[in-house]
């Protein structure tokens, strides 16, 4: 299995402030890596999927970088809507395998 | 568009079969070519690909559970299921079903269910 570590486990922001999590892979998965946002009592929804494309919707304040085993997403202005729960994901391989989760809430 | 919705018990008793099903709305889940799958999440902790059957109807699991889990498709009734057999308590989590975007050229999972509570207790 392909181990993904994000960094931090949490983080305390304000809105307003530019956010960064981190996501390494145990091996290379190309740039087969998702993010994922969870709220509370919510299925996750897809923010970023091949490591930089943004999904249909989501605004242009998440970005997605990184290929091979150095993955990042960034909240360019955090907004109140955006304390959740973000999770990254390989699909380079099966089992597909998710990062613990980074949880980011209100300072 | 499609949409997953969720349906089977809540409460599995240890040593049974969890049974849960997701019908499909909105689009066919025997035309383009998807994954549908599974993924759980313990309360409190972080999400586990349980496996996904292919619109071929090949299947893939996670080798953790893959003695104990089968992952079907019924067509006739546009659903799809899950089966995890001889559950224990850390089987306990929501459970969703998802479908990928692999006919639209990405293969994260863009549709989710509503998620299904089960609890494995006596």
């Known amino acids: 299995d392909i181990q993904m570590t994000q960094s931090p486990s949490s983080l305390s922001a304000s809105v307003g402030d530019r956010v960064t999590i981190t996501c390494r892979a145990g091996?290379?998965?190309?740039?087969?890596l998702n993010w994922y946002q969870q709220k509370p009592g919510k299925a996750p929804k897809v923010l970023i999927y091949?490591?930089?494309s943004l999904y249909s919707g989501i605004p242009s304040r998440f970005r997605g970088s990184g290929s091979g085993t150095d993955f990042t997403l960034t909240i360019s202005s955090l907004q109140p809507e955006d304390f959740a729960t973000y999770y990254c994901q390989q699909t380079y391989s099966t089992p597909y395998t998710f990062g613990q989760g980074t949880k980011v809430d209100i300072k | 568009q499609v949409q997953l919705q969720q349906s089977g018990p809540g409460l599995v008793k240890p040593s049974q079969t969890l049974s849960l099903t997701c019908t499909v709305s909105g689009g066919s889940i025997s035309s383009g070519n998807y994954h549908w799958g599974w993924i759980r999440q313990p309360a409190g902790k972080g999400l586990e690909w349980i496996g996904h059957?292919?619109?071929?109807?090949?299947?893939n699991y996670n080798p953790s559970l893959k003695s104990r889990v089968t992952i079907s498709a019924d067509t006739s009734n546009n659903q799809f299921s899950l089966k995890l057999t001889s559950v224990i308590a850390a089987d306990s989590a929501v459970y969703y079903c998802?479908?990928?975007?692999?006919?639209?050229?990405?293969?994260?999972?863009?549709?989710w269910g509503q998620g299904t509570v089960v609890t494995v207790s006596s």
């Open positions: 998802v479908r990928d975007g692999y006919n639209l050229g990405f293969d994260a999972f863009h549709i």
């Open positions: 091996q290379s998965v190309s740039n087969y």
């Open positions: 059957i292919y619109t071929s109807g090949s299947t």
């Open positions: 091949a490591a930089s």
